[in-house]
């Protein structure tokens, strides 16, 4: 059974940094793109970062470009999203999904979806 576990979101002061991670059990992970989804109140879920099954390639919306970076260890089964100079905007929930397709910005290239971790950022 594939699992995708979010953590390490919370509530930031805007201007501050968190470090999300996504565990993965039941998928040959190394073979994987993994993605980052976020979804606001209200609003659709979006694109928000991608890395290659090597971590040789990433792609990144142009919102948190400069901002956020995504990393891997496939020794640990796992994914990041190093997300700094938060503002409220990046207030949401967010997703690891897992793609044997590609870095795509397109949900339904998305294989498997964990449950999500919220991230709020206040003012």
């Known amino acids: 059974q594939v699992q995708l576990v979010e953590s390490g979101g919370g509530l930031v002061q805007a201007g501050g940094s968190l470090r999300l991670s996504c565990a993965t059990s039941?998928?040959?992970?190394?073979?994987?793109?993994m993605g980052w989804f976020r979804q606001a109140p209200g609003k659709e879920r979006e694109f928000v970062a991608a890395?290659?099954?090597?971590?040789?390639?990433?792609r990144y919306a142009d919102s948190v470009k400069a901002r956020f970076t995504t990393s891997r260890d496939n020794a640990k089964n796992t994914v990041y999203l190093q997300m700094n100079s938060l503002n409220f905007e990046d207030t949401a929930v967010y997703y690891c999904?897992?793609?044997?397709?590609?870095?795509?910005?397109?949900?339904?290239?998305?294989?498997?979806w964990g449950q999500g971790t919220q991230v709020t950022v206040s003012s």
């Open positions: 039941g998928l040959t992970f190394s073979t994987y793109t």
């Open positions: 999904p897992a793609s044997g397709i590609s870095m795509s910005v397109i949900e339904r290239r998305y294989d498997y």
């Open positions: 890395i290659s099954w090597s971590g040789g390639s990433t």
